[in-house]
């Protein structure tokens, strides 16, 4: 076997230039596949960071609420959530694999700015600000720690943050001293005023001398449909990842929110489970369905980050398809360069061929030392490609370059994790050499079947 694999090797330098070019051909192959399965990669574990920075890896619901609960928030609600997370952490099966456990209630209505005259709705949550902050500390995969976190504390229960857009539509800007935005002029007339911000207005005192503190109405429906509006002092306006999002974002401590929804009953929309790792996820949820009616009267349900948000998986399966859809095409492009190489070589090696023959050499001799040499031109390209892609893939990430996915509200820093995951490497050097085999099958195929005294004679 190594003496064949010695002959194929001496036999791929005859003809160095036309066997580099090859060589080359694959690695270029190889390096695209790796550049482009890196920045899919990453892309999937800076999503996977971010949704876990912000919502966890598993929510806990009343049974219903994704479907119903927005409508009616009082039938969808957890009595008492800060109990039944202990109740659940006090299980060593279910603490062993949870980082972090919170109480989250979502919330929308319309946010009035009175003095701007201005109004919008609004969609955003409560949740107690140091949790929100050990949430951000998420980071399994080592990406950095750029999570916005929100500048409270539990103390500031009346105090909460908006986005950079929301700031921009309710003229906030100029009060938060924002460089992203300033505010515009108003465009109604002078006597012409929103009938929600005069509702608003009664609410309020003369203002004070010194300049007010930027300050939102929250206007909501409670639990039994009646109107309800809660004062928060904005603190800061924070960049929120998708713009849309950004647009409508108002995040308030958790008592606050219970006041505008419930009257400040202790309740919530949902419990945010924070794992270790995403792979803790599926046997976490089947212990947390088999354990929830036992610890809580309520039917609850648990959901998984794909079913609570759907764009993970599309976004996941948008770019494995892509990913799918080039490494076919660069499959393809290889399969037929190494073909038209080894069927160039058949044809120089033709008198060669039939004088091995002549010499007692077996056709399948013939044929596993052309297969031999396609697959040293796929070890050494797929080899090298690799190689070269991971150094591609350092200057790239090194060069600060920047790009905005679709919907992001900011510009991201490119990365490209080549060798996140292990198999990538593994599968595409595999790839490469069954290809190479494969290219070199019919030109070795027909060597073999030449006719002995045709081929010597062949000039």
């Given at each position: 076997?190594?003496?064949?694999?010695?002959?194929?090797?001496?036999?791929?330098?005859?003809?160095?230039?036309?066997?580099?070019?090859?060589?080359?051909?694959?690695?270029?192959?190889?390096?695209?596949?790796?550049?482009?399965?890196?920045?899919?990669?990453?892309?999937?574990?800076?999503?996977?960071?971010?949704?876990?920075?912000?919502?966890?890896?598993?929510?806990?619901?009343?049974?219903?609420?994704?479907?119903?609960?927005?409508?009616?928030?009082?039938?969808?609600?957890?009595?008492?959530?800060?109990?039944?997370?202990?109740?659940?952490?006090?299980?060593?099966?279910?603490?062993?694999?949870?980082?972090?456990?919170?109480?989250?209630?979502?919330?929308?209505?319309?946010?009035?700015?009175?003095?701007?005259?201005?109004?919008?709705?609004?969609?955003?949550?409560?949740?107690?600000?140091?949790?929100?902050?050990r949430l951000a500390l998420?980071?399994?995969?080592?990406?950095?720690?750029?999570?916005?976190?929100?500048?409270?504390?539990?103390?500031?229960?009346?105090?909460?943050?908006?986005?950079?857009?929301?700031?921009?539509?309710?003229?906030?800007?100029?009060?938060?001293?924002?460089?992203?935005?300033?505010?515009?002029?108003?465009?109604?007339?002078?006597?012409?005023?929103?009938?929600?911000?005069?509702?608003?207005?009664?609410?309020?005192?003369?203002?004070?001398?010194?300049?007010?503190?930027?300050?939102?109405?929250?206007?909501?429906?409670?639990?039994?449909?009646?109107?309800?509006?809660?004062?928060?002092?904005?603190?800061?306006?924070?960049?929120?990842?998708?713009?849309?999002?950004?647009?409508?974002?108002?995040?308030?401590?958790?008592?606050?929110?219970?006041?505008?929804?419930?009257?400040?009953?202790?309740?919530?929309?949902?419990?945010?489970?924070?794992l270790h790792s995403l792979?803790?996820?599926?046997?976490?949820?089947?212990?947390?369905?088999?354990?929830?009616?036992?610890?809580?009267?309520?039917?609850?349900?648990?959901?998984?980050?794909?079913?609570?948000?759907?764009?993970?998986?599309?976004?996941?399966?948008?770019?494995?398809?892509?990913?799918?859809?080039?490494?076919?095409?660069?499959?393809?492009?290889?399969?037929?360069?190494?073909?038209?190489?080894?069927?160039?070589?058949?044809?120089?090696?033709?008198?060669?061929?039939?004088?091995?023959?002549?010499?007692?050499v077996r056709r399948s001799?013939?044929?596993?030392?052309?297969?031999?040499?396609?697959?040293?031109?796929?070890?050494?390209?797929?080899?090298?490609?690799?190689?070269?892609?991971?150094?591609?893939?350092?200057?790239?990430?090194?060069?600060?370059?920047?790009?905005?996915?679709?919907?992001?509200?900011?510009?991201?820093?490119?990365?490209?994790?080549?060798?996140?995951?292990?198999?990538?490497?593994?599968?595409?050097?595999?790839?490469?050499?069954?290809?190479?085999?494969?290219?070199?099958?019919?030109?070795?195929?027909?060597?073999?079947?030449?006719?002995?005294?045709?081929?010597?004679?062949?000039?």
């Open positions: 076997m190594w003496s064949d694999i010695s002959i194929a090797t001496r036999n791929l330098w005859r003809n160095p230039r036309r066997s580099l070019t090859t060589i080359m051909a694959v690695a270029i192959g190889s390096v695209a596949i790796m550049i482009f399965g890196g920045f899919s990669t990453a892309i999937s574990l800076g999503l996977e960071t971010s949704i876990a920075r912000k919502e966890g890896h598993l929510h806990i619901y009343p049974q219903g609420y994704l479907e119903y609960g927005a409508a009616d928030p009082t039938a969808y609600a957890i009595d008492k959530p800060d109990q039944l997370i202990a109740a659940l952490l006090a299980d060593p099966n279910i603490s062993a694999r949870v980082l972090l456990a919170v109480p989250v209630l979502k919330v929308s209505g319309i946010a009035g700015n009175y003095r701007e005259e201005v109004s919008k709705t609004f969609s955003g949550y409560g949740i107690r600000p140091d949790d929100y902050a998420w980071n399994s995969y080592d990406l950095g720690n750029d999570s916005a976190s929100w500048p409270l504390t539990n103390k500031d229960t009346e105090g909460a943050i908006v986005g950079i857009g929301m700031a921009r539509m309710l003229r906030l800007c100029d009060q938060l001293q924002l460089t992203e935005c300033h505010d515009r002029p108003r465009t109604l007339p002078q006597g012409e005023q929103d009938p929600l911000i005069n509702s608003l207005r009664i609410n309020h005192p003369p203002e004070p001398a010194q300049p007010p503190q930027p300050t939102l109405d929250l206007l909501a429906a409670t639990g039994q449909g009646a109107p309800n509006i809660v004062s928060v002092i904005i603190k800061a306006a924070v960049r929120q990842p998708a713009s849309a999002i950004d647009d409508m974002f108002v995040g308030m401590h958790l008592d606050q929110a219970q006041k505008l929804l419930y009257g400040g009953a202790d309740k919530a929309t949902a419990i945010t489970l924070q792979t803790d996820a599926q046997a976490l949820k089947k212990l947390l369905e088999q354990q929830l009616p036992q610890l809580s009267e309520q039917p609850l349900e648990v959901r998984d980050l794909g079913e609570f948000n759907p764009m993970f998986l599309k976004v996941l399966g948008m770019f494995n398809g892509v990913f799918t859809f080039v490494t076919i095409v660069i499959a393809i492009v290889v399969l037929f360069t190494v073909a038209n190489t080894m069927t160039t070589s058949v044809l120089e090696r033709t008198a060669e061929v039939g004088t091995l023959r002549a010499l007692g001799g013939i044929r596993r030392q052309f297969i031999l040499e396609g697959g040293l031109i796929g070890v050494l390209g797929g080899t090298l490609g690799i190689g070269l892609g991971v150094v591609v893939a350092m200057v790239l990430n090194h060069t600060g370059l920047s790009w905005t996915p679709p919907s992001s509200s900011a510009a991201q820093r490119l990365v490209i994790l080549p060798l996140a995951k292990p198999l990538l490497p593994i599968l595409l050097w595999l790839l490469m050499l069954i290809i190479t085999v494969l290219s070199s099958l019919a030109p070795a195929a027909r060597a073999a079947r030449q006719n002995i005294v045709a081929a010597i004679h062949h000039v």
